[in-house]
C-alpha cells in the first residue's frame, strides 16, 4: 500500500475488503476483517486519521461484507449464498468457507485442469499447416486426459459443498427446549447450540420413534453429561411425536424429566422438509427411520437408517467432563434391585466367583452372541472365552465402577448401566 500498511489478526472465518479512496491529495488502502462478529482494524498510520475517516472506512467494510446496521450480523453473513463459478451453483458463506479452509489445494487443482483441457482443444488452431499427425494425437489424449480429471476432480468437489450445505443448513431450523427445573422453555436456531451442545435428529414414524427414545430411556444419564440433545420429528405430525414421547418415556412425568437431553422441534414443516430432501438423494427410506448426529462444532459426525445404537452413538459423543470414579449412583435410578443385581454381577467378576455369575444369568438363547459364534464356526475360531477362562486368577479384570443408574422398560425388560473405570485403560461405558 502506498503511505500506510496495517496488518490485524484474523480467525479461520475472515473477510477481506480492500478498499481505496482519496482523502486530502494522497491514496490510502485499509484491510477489515470480520471476526467474532466485530471489526477489527490496523492503528492509526503516522499521517493520522480522523474519527470521520474511520467511520467511513467501517461502514464501508460492513456495506461490502453485506451488512447495513452498526452492529455486524455475522450469522448473517455465513447464511448468505454466494454463486460458486466452478459448480455453476450457489453455496453458504459458510460452506465455501469450511471448503476452503479444508481444501486449499482442490481449487487450484481443478482450475489446472480446466486450462489444460481448453489449452488441448485450441492448440490445433494455433498448429502450423505442415504439422505431423502425433502433434494431434497429443493434443487429443491430452485434451481427454486433462477433461476427465477437470470433471472427476470437479465433481467431487461439488458433492463435498452440498454435504456441506445441508449440514450447515441443519443449524437453520428451529428448536424449543424446555427447563423443567424453573418452568421455562428457550426457542432458537440448532445452530445457537454449537460449542454447547450435540444433537441428534429422529425422523420417522410414531412406533419407530417411540422404539428409538425407549431404547435412548436408559442412558439418558449419558446423554446429559455428554450434552446431547434428542429432537424427535415424525413424518406425520406433531402429534404423533407427542404420543411418542409419552409412549417411550412414560407419561407426561416422564417427558418432563427427559427435558435436559430432549427438544421440540418447531416449524415442522421446514424439518419434514430437510429430511425429504436428504431422503431423496439416498432413495428414500423403505419405511424406515432415519437419524442425523451434529457435534459440538455443527457438523454431522454421522446418520443411518433405523434406530440409533446408543451404546455406540454415545462413543463419538463422549461425556464433556471427564467422568469420576468417585461419582455416586443416580438418585432416580428406577428399581433399587436392579442397583443391587448390577453391584452382586461387578463383585463376582472381580474376585472370580463364577457360581455367584451363574445365579445372575439365565439359559436363554441371545441373537447377538448366537450370530457371533455362528461367524465364529465359520472361520474356524473365536475371540470369545469361557468364564472359567475369564475368571482365572491373572485374567480376571480389576476395575471399579461408578454413575450406576437403572431403567426399568417393563415387569420383564430392565436396562442398567455404569461406567467402568480399569486399572489400566480408558473408561468404559457399560450396559446390563
Known amino acids: 500500500y502506498r503511505r500506510g500498511r496495517g496488518l490485524c489478526w484474523v480467525s479461520s472465518t475472515a473477510v477481506v475488503a480492500a478498499l481505496s479512496f482519496a482523502r486530502g491529495g494522497f491514496e490510502r488502502a485499509a484491510v477489515g476483517h470480520v471476526c467474532s462478529g466485530s471489526l477489527l482494524f490496523s492503528q492509526p498510520s503516522r499521517y493520522g486519521e480522523t474519527s470521520r475517516q474511520r467511520r467511513e472506512l467501517r461502514a464501508a467494510v460492513k456495506r461490502a461484507a453485506g451488512g447495513s446496521s452498526d452492529k455486524f450480523d455475522k450469522a448473517a453473513f455465513l447464511r448468505r449464498e454466494e454463486f460458486d463459478p466452478l459448480s455453476l451453483q450457489s453455496y453458504r458463506q459458510e460452506a465455501l468457507l469450511q471448503y476452503s479452509n479444508t481444501n486449499q489445494s482442490e481449487p487450484l487443482r481443478i482450475y489446472i485442469f480446466l486450462f489444460l483441457t481448453i489449452s488441448g482443444l485450441c492448440s490445433p488452431a494455433f498448429a502450423a499447416r505442415d504439422v505431423a499427425a502425433w502433434y494431434y494425437i497429443i493434443a487429443a489424449v491430452l485434451t481427454l486426459g486433462s477433461g476427465f480429471l477437470f470433471l472427476r476432480e470437479r465433481g467431487k468437489r461439488t458433492a463435498q459443498l452440498v454435504r456441506l450445505q445441508r449440514e450447515y443448513s441443519l443449524g437453520d431450523l428451529k428448536i424449543e427446549i424446555s427447563d423443567s427445573a424453573v418452568g421455562t422453555s428457550t426457542r432458537c436456531e440448532v445452530r445457537s447450540l454449537r460449542t454447547k451442545r450435540r444433537v441428534v435428529a429422529l425422523f420417522g414414524k410414531r412406533d419407530q420413534l417411540a422404539e428409538a427414545l425407549a431404547a435412548a430411556l436408559p442412558y439418558r444419564r449419558r446423554l446429559e453429561q455428554s450434552g446431547v440433545v434428542i429432537i424427535p420429528i415424525s413424518a406425520s405430525n406433531a402429534d404423533d411425536a407427542e404420543a411418542a414421547l409419552a409412549e417411550a418415556l412414560g407419561g407426561a412425568s416422564g417427558v418432563r424429566a427427559a427435558a435436559r437431553w430432549l427438544a421440540t422441534p418447531l416449524s415442522l414443516e421446514s424439518w419434514r422438509q430437510y429430511f425429504e430432501d436428504l431422503l431423496e438423494e439416498k432413495g428414500g427410506t423403505n419405511g424406515r427411520a432415519v437419524w442425523v448426529g451434529l457435534s459440538v462444532k455443527g457438523r454431522v459426525f454421522g446418520s443411518d437408517f433405523g434406530c440409533p445404537v446408543w451404546d455406540e452413538l454415545l462413543a463419538a459423543m463422549p461425556p464433556l467432563a471427564p467422568p469420576r470414579s468417585t461419582e455416586p449412583a443416580?438418585?432416580?435410578?428406577?428399581?433399587?434391585?436392579?442397583?443391587?443385581?448390577?453391584?452382586?454381577?461387578?463383585?463376582?467378576?472381580?474376585?472370580?466367583?463364577?457360581?455367584?455369575?451363574?445365579?445372575?444369568?439365565?439359559?436363554?438363547?441371545?441373537?447377538?452372541?448366537?450370530?457371533?459364534?455362528?461367524?465364529?464356526?465359520?472361520?474356524?475360531?473365536?475371540?470369545?472365552?469361557?468364564?472359567?477362562?475369564?475368571?482365572?486368577?491373572?485374567?480376571?479384570?480389576?476395575?471399579?465402577?461408578?454413575?450406576?443408574?437403572a431403567v426399568l422398560l417393563s415387569q420383564t425388560h430392565a436396562v442398567s448401566t455404569c461406567i467402568e473405570f480399569p486399572v489400566l485403560g480408558p473408561t468404559l461405558l457399560a450396559s446390563q
Open 330 to 405: 443416580f438418585a432416580g435410578a428406577d428399581s433399587q434391585d436392579l442397583l443391587a443385581a448390577q453391584a452382586s454381577f461387578y463383585t463376582a467378576l472381580t474376585g472370580g466367583d463364577e457360581a455367584a455369575l451363574a445365579k445372575l444369568f439365565t439359559d436363554t438363547d441371545d441373537l447377538e452372541i448366537s450370530e457371533a459364534l455362528r461367524v465364529d464356526a465359520e472361520r474356524g475360531f473365536s475371540n470369545l472365552s469361557g468364564w472359567e477362562m475369564v475368571l482365572a486368577p491373572g485374567a480376571r479384570p480389576e476395575l471399579t465402577v461408578a454413575s450406576q443408574d
